[in-house]
């Protein structure tokens, strides 16, 4: 059984960084691809980073392009996102998600709030 569990979410000032973790299990971890996902209300559901497998590679959107920073530990079946300069506009609930045998498999979600 797939489970996603994200944690880190928190209240911050502009400008400031924050680390989200996702935790995997039920597959093979290493093998997957992990996305990370953002959502404000009356907003459609935004891509903010993805990293295959192995960790080599990674994929931003222009929005957060230069700002945060997704990476894995594979040994701990672990996805983070570092995010800097963190702007009113990031806040949002933040999700990850892997997809498995063209499953779209969802974690429960980190608020973060981006305010002074």
């Known amino acids: 059984q797939v489970h996603l569990v994200e944690s880190g979410g928190d209240l911050v000032q502009p400008g400031g960084s924050l680390t989200l973790t996702c935790v995997g299990s039920?597959?093979?971890?290493?093998?997957?691809?992990m996305y990370w996902h953002r959502q404000t209300p009356g907003k459609e559901r935004e891509m903010v980073a993805v990293?295959?497998?192995?960790?080599?590679?990674?994929i931003y959107p222009s929005a957060v392009k230069d700002r945060f920073s997704v990476s894995r530990d594979n040994n701990a079946n672990a996805v983070y996102l570092q995010m800097n300069a963190l702007r009113s506009e990031d806040t949002a609930v933040y999700f990850c998600n892997t997809w498995i045998e063209e499953q779209s498999f969802w974690g429960q979600g980190t608020q973060v709030t981006v305010s002074s």
């Open positions: 039920g597959f093979d971890f290493s093998q997957t691809p």
């Open positions: 990293i295959v497998g192995t960790g080599d590679s990674t």
